[in-house]
């Protein structure tokens, strides 16, 4: 990809991350009860309010504009004492990790796998945590 082409990637990814005006949420999390609730290889789905997800959201006819995978705490990662316990992918910085309570102020479900062995659910967020700092993928140059 071409200098420019990144350039203007990058700036339309900035656009795009920026939140929208007028973003309430139907119905906020309850921070204690969704910490509660959650164990490794739930999927959260997120009410975004960023431009991006009001695209997401007119495209798929959904409430929900993002999700993160809930591993339990990564090691070596914390913020402001908080531990990252979700995994996820975000424009213009690939999969990272977070802390749950960069959502509580969102409208959030949780999805949980159905018939998945403890040794799976483990696969999974092993294969999520060991992909933290990639990049998200983009065109390929021939």
Same mark, same amino acid.
């Given at each position: 990809?071409?200098?420019?082409?990144?350039?203007?990637?990058?700036?339309? @990814?900035?656009?795009?991350?920026?939140? @929208?005006?007028?973003?309430?949420?139907? !119905?906020?999390?309850?921070?204690? /009860?969704?910490?509660?609730?959650? *164990?490794?290889?739930?999927?959260?789905?997120?009410?975004?309010?960023?431009?991006?997800?009001?695209?997401? *959201?007119?495209? !798929?006819? %959904?409430?929900? %504009?993002? @999700? /993160?995978?809930?591993?339990?705490?990564?090691?070596? *990662?914390?913020?402001?004492?908080?531990?990252?316990?979700?995994?996820? @992918?975000?424009?213009?910085?690939?999969?990272?990790?977070?802390?749950?309570?960069?959502?509580? *102020?969102?409208?959030?479900?949780?999805?949980?796998?159905?018939?998945? %062995?403890?040794?799976?659910?483990?696969?999974?967020?092993?294969?999520? #945590?060991?992909?933290?700092?990639? /990049? #998200? /993928? %983009?065109?390929?140059?021939?």
């Amino acid at each position: 990809m071409s200098w420019a082409q990144d350039r203007i990637g990058r700036m339309l @990814a900035r656009y795009l991350e920026k939140p @929208a005006t007028g973003y309430e949420p139907f !119905t906020p999390s309850n921070p204690d /009860a969704l910490a509660r609730a959650l *164990k490794p290889g739930d999927v959260l789905l997120v009410e975004g309010n960023n431009h991006i997800a009001g695209v997401i *959201k007119y495209l !798929t006819q %959904s409430t929900w %504009s993002h @999700a /993160a995978l809930y591993v339990g705490p990564v090691a070596g *990662k914390t913020e402001n004492g908080e531990p990252h316990v979700l995994i996820e @992918a975000e424009i213009g910085q690939g999969v990272i990790s977070a802390p749950l309570s960069k959502y509580f *102020k969102f409208h959030t479900r949780v999805c949980r796998p159905v018939g998945l %062995s403890c040794d799976d659910l483990q696969k999974v967020c092993r294969y999520a #945590i060991d992909r933290i700092g990639l /990049a #998200i /993928a %983009s065109d390929p140059d021939p």
